[in-house]
């Protein structure tokens, strides 16, 4: 592989996003430049996946200075935390252009935007470098909600918008915070996060530092109390965009997490892990149980997608290998499950106009093979044996029985909502009497069923032979940990760092 | 030699804007000629500039003809910044005066004396030079607010701003005496080097504080930030950018200048500054929130950026100051803001009828490309990456921090979060609600193709220190 494939991964969408907005083609054309742009980083993708060797460091690494007078730098590399997250982006892009057909040539443009922006994000080794590709990443998402979405689109778009950047402007002061925390204690200037994850954080404002990176990547998770925005925007947004921000977007949250927040704060982490669990266990349930009440299948997604993150957001803070191993695992099973699932849901708008569950019936009957793959997606999302799903969600709970039988025992309990809300959707969907509305959907055609079929054999190889996606993850999730033992252990001789005196300190 | 050498970029535009009065008294030029002129003699000033940039590494301040005036790389960058927004300004203007037919040739001679104006307060090492300086300034764009004297906006303003300027001017002037009965001098440094030792002086004491009256009022800081909105919206479209960023730059820079001079001087006023800054952010933002006029909306944000830029002055120190800082982002302010007005030039229509929000209803759907150019610029001033508003807040709050002051750096945070309210509100009316008309313009391209160059020079500040 050569030796810049990250960046063409992460520029390809971009200057290929940036130049369809400019280029006279028409929207057929633009879903072909789209799709092959999404296969071309498929490719590398999983070129990547096949190559990566099993130790925890990063691969494929690249470097150069950029801004020298900060220390801020054009950094890149994969290593297993971040290798699941991508190549689940890289292979449910092209799904999208695959499946929607007919949206305009702008729509198009503004997906390829983000999927370079999300790989930049995942890639980035280098703070402020994250930063930037996390915050590009939510404009195309705007546009996208803003002028495709549904009818209450505009407060959805503001919801989302104005919670996510409030966010990420917090994260920006606290992640300065940390910079100037590293020029202290090391007199140079670095954002890299192997130079951070050396620093000794102390002090008054460190712990406000913490949260401020937690409520940022809370809110893109979204972990309980921060999940507002999602029903609206998930349920208003063209189902390609739900898809694009279930399915990787908030993936990228949790790996966030993982990725800066652990090594940075290892302290802080250690002492309120207990309570970001909590929200954990809580998210699950409340969004479980609000899933079951929805009559909208893609707001019961929204719902349910919500609720699963919560499970994934646990495995990270109960701060163990099987855990966390867990939850990078899940990142992937879930997206291939929920992703494919929103990819049915629009399916089943575009071509019976309705997403109300009321509305449905009898569908199995009309379409078997349609039933079946969903079948199989949905048994994964809720945990099944034998599907990827299970695999994530039992070492999810395995580590949390390690870190606290309590909150293992909730957040089990809290699996069986979902298959409540799960079965029950399938039953009045798929099964029952069939009307005018589900009498003339179409099984899927040929064309359809083998773009679907790579990722529903993916998903039930994910359950069968976990070891070739866990083997490859597990290294760097048991340096992540020791990382975390250790800094826990050196938590009472940190070096104190006075960063905070007030203005009035100012004053002779 | 050396000294007129680094005040040649002045001097080619007090040059200029002499060669354009008398053009103009003699009526010998069209007024495409005369704006040709005007772009011609910024665009040299700019060039002068820069080439005395890739000289040799000079001082942080340099004193030439005898201590009169300082010069040094962030004196340059700040004539550099007003260079340009001369230039942009000029294109704006002549687009503009293509649908508002209320020019004449003097208007880009005052353009080009305000510049002069400016520069010359960016390098006022004294307070005589700093005031005449500032009215040399201060005149020039009185008359280029009223210049439209038939409408009663743009008379209601220029009353405004003339007798509120000039209680400025003759507050700085006392100031300046208080101070120089204190100290014996008009110079910064001796005046700083005085404060250093009697700090509790009464006479320095009030003469700093009409000083800073005087300069406060000018950047349109809290509690004398009311005028702005008034006068921002009388105004015509390309003096209300020029104004906005070009005057906001040169006072800036002169602030900078004083408080970086000597130690004492910065840490008797830190407290204050911090606490001004605070609600000259707050302030700025609570008034741009209730705005429906887009001009009044960007003045309300412009105080906005003056609390950020506060932010920038109580954190530099007198040791370390370089004003890069504060250079780097009074040139990414006024690259987003100079594009949003060039861009309100040609699309505002005749005697500006589009001005509200509401009137940019749909403007993606049929000129997406200015669409997307305001876009940008808004996007820059909200500071979102990869702008240069986004590298320029990103500056400005590592300096803070690095200061110690970080309650200030995360007021300043809330701060862009609230004004991420006004500044998506027109993206949000551009591209999500359907078009009510064709935007149809007339007029030269000028400005069009200003805007370009702005929404491109809004992402090279933004990825500049990759050149670096």
Known sequence: MFSYALSVMIFLPILGGLALFAAPVGRGAARAIGMAIALAVLAMGIEIFLGFSPVGGMQHVEHRPWNLSLGISYSLGVDGISLLVLMAGAVLFPLVYAVFTTRTKGFYANLLLVQGAMIGAICATDLVLFYLFWEIMLLPVFFMIGIHGGAGRLPATLKITIYTIAGSLLMLAALIYVGVAHQAQFGFWSFAIADLAALNLSGGFTVWAFFMFMVAFAIKIPLFPFHTWLPDAYTEAPTSTTFVLSAIMAKIGVYGVIRFVIPVFEIEFARWALLLALAGVAGMLYCGLAAIAQKDLKRMLAFSSASHMGIIALGVFCMNVQALTGSLFQIAAHATSTGVLFLFVGLMEERMESRQIDEFGGIAYQAPIFATFFAIAMLASVGLPGTSGFIGEFLIILGAIKFSIFIAVLAGTTLIVGVCYMLWMYQRVFFEKSNERTAQFKDLRLAEILTFLPVILLIVAMGIFPQAFIGKIEPAAQLQVAQLQKGGESGGIAASIDLAPSPHNHKN | ?468
């Not at chain 2, 942009?88 to 880009?108: A, I, K, M, P, W």
């Not at chain 2, 800073?212 to 015509?236: E, M, N, S």
């Not at chain 2, 730059?249 to 500054?273: C, D, M, P, S, Y």
Request: one cysteine or more.
């Open chain 2, 1 to 468: 030699m050396h000294d007129f050498l680094t005040i040649l970029p002045l001097l080619i535009i007090v040059f200029g804007a002499v060669v354009l009065m008398l053009l103009a008294a003699f009526e010998k030029v069209s007024l495409t000629t005369a704006a040709g002129i005007s772009m011609g003699f910024f665009a040299a000033a700019f060039a002068a500039q820069l080439l005395a940039g890739c000289g040799p590494q000079r001082l942080v301040f340099e004193e030439i003809f005898n201590g009169m005036l300082v010069a040094g790389n962030f004196t340059m960058v700040a004539a550099l910044v007003i260079f340009a927004c001369g230039f942009f300004s000029t294109t704006s203007s002549h687009t503009y005066f293509q649908v508002n037919r209320f020019d004449g040739l003097e208007f880009y001679s005052l353009l080009l004396f305000a510049a002069a104006g400016m520069v010359l307060l960016t390098m006022a090492a004294e307070l005589i030079t700093a005031f005449i300086a500032l009215e040399v300034m201060s005149l020039a764009i009185y008359v280029l607010v009223g210049y439209d004297r038939n409408r009663v906006t743009a008379t209601e303003a220029l009353l405004k701003y003339l007798m509120l300027g000039a209680f400025a001017g003759a507050f700085f002037a006392m100031g300046t005496a208080l101070l120089y009965g204190a100290a014996g001098s008009t110079h910064f440094t001796a005046i700083a080097t005085v404060a250093a030792s009697e700090a509790g002086s009464p006479l320095l004491l009030g003469g700093a504080f009409l000083l800073f009256v005087a300069l406060l009022f000018k950047v349109a800081a809290f509690p004398f930030h009311a005028w702005v909105i008034d006068v921002y919206d009388g105004a015509a479209a390309p003096v209300t950018g020029f104004m906005a960023t070009a005057l906001k730059a040169a006072v800036f820079t002169l602030f900078a200048n004083i408080l970086a001079i000597h130690g004492a001087l910065h840490q008797g006023w830190v407290e204050i500054l911090f606490y001004l800054a605070v609600f000259t952010m707050f302030a700025g933002n609570l008034i741009a929130i209730g705005q429906n006029s887009l001009k009044r909306m960007l003045a309300a944000s412009g105080i906005v950026h003056t609390g950020y830029l506060l932010v920038g002055l109580v954190a530099i120190s007198a040791d370390t100051f370089t004003g890069a800082v504060i250079g780097y982002y009074l040139a990414a302010y006024a690259a987003g803001t100079l594009g949003i007005f060039a861009a309100l030039s040609y699309l505002g229509g005749e005697g500006e009828k589009r001005a509200t929000f509401a009137d940019f209803r749909g403007l993606a759907r049929v000129r997406p490309y200015s669409a997307a150019a305001i876009t940008i610029f808004l996007l820059s001033m909200a500071g979102i990456p990869p702008t240069a508003g986004f590298m320029g807040k990103f500056y400005i709050i590592t300096s803070a921090i690095e200061a110690g002051q970080i309650a200030l750096a995360v007021l300043a945070v809330v701060s862009s979060i609230l004004s991420m309210w006004y500044y998506l509100r027109l993206i949000v009316a551009m591209y999500f609600q359907p078009a009510e008309e064709t935007f149809a313009t007339t007029g030269s391209p000028w400005a069009g193709v200003g805007t370009i160059a702005l929404a491109v020079s809004v992402f090279a500040i933004g990825l500049y220190p990759i050149i670096v």
